[in-house]
């Protein structure tokens, strides 16, 4: 069955320090990856996609960078953490055709 | 321009009654649609979805209608269980989309 880990689970992190979070999806190949993030009182933004290794669409301008380098593996990323970058970050997949996602259990990131 | 609304931010009910969660949208070009719930801390899950070629999809306790000319749908679930307080977001896509567009979400609170 498909299974998809992301972590870790939460995360303190001082301004200006980097961010590596990482997911990865088990049974299931050429799945398309998605970061998404929900800040406090608002819904779930989309951050990055891709489609394939070393293919990243970024949705928003922002402070936050995405890499495939593997197949199952999709890394969220920041060489310098802001303030505004905390949140609740999700990463998700789906197949092609599919019609829906599978979310991970998510990062709490707290910059302070 | 947010495309998928859903303007009741919360909403409380008591237990054994129906829940309506509403959600609106604007491109006329959305042909699916899912709902999703998510506890606290944890990624959401999906609960139910809809295409537009029905104007109802039933599952259990959870009804979703799609009112296709009004670009809205709603979400019931009958009886509200304590179990069901949690956010629930919309999300939308069209047939040539890569990705669904989700709304803010509408945090339940069934009370016992």
């Known amino acids: 069955s498909q299974t998809i880990h992301q972590w870790p689970a939460t995360l303190v992190q001082p301004v200006g320090s980097p961010l590596s979070l990482e997911c990865t999806v088990e049974?299931?190949?050429?799945?398309?990856l998605y970061w998404y993030r929900q800040a406090a009182g608002r819904g779930l933004q989309l951050l990055f996609y891709s489609v394939g290794i070393g293919q990243i669409s970024s949705e928003v301008p922002q402070n936050l960078s995405a890499s495939r380098p593997q197949d199952r593996q999709f890394i969220l990323s920041s060489k310098k953490l802001l303030l505004s970058d905390s949140g609740f970050y999700l990463c998700?997949?789906?197949?092609?055709?599919?019609?829906?996602?599978?979310f991970g259990s998510g990062t709490r990131l707290t910059v302070v | 321009d947010q495309q998928v609304k859903q303007n009741s931010p919360s909403l409380s009910v008591q237990e054994g009654r129906i829940s309506i969660l509403n959600c609106d949208y604007t491109n006329s070009m959305f042909d699916y649609f899912l709902w999703y719930k998510k506890y606290p801390a944890e990624g959401p899950t999906f609960l139910i979805s809809?295409?537009?070629?029905?104007d109802k999809n039933e599952d259990g306790r959870f009804t979703v209608f799609l009112n296709k000319s009004a670009k809205h749908l709603s979400l019931h679930i009958v009886p509200s269980q304590p179990g069901d307080s949690a956010v629930y977001f919309c999300a939308a896509k069209d047939n040539y989309g890569q990705n669904f567009v989700f709304g803010p979400g509408t945090r339940l609170s069934v009370l016992p």
């Open positions: 809809i295409s537009s070629i029905k």
């Open positions: 998700a997949w789906s197949v092609l055709d599919s019609l829906g996602y599978t």
């Open positions: 049974g299931t190949s050429n799945p398309n």
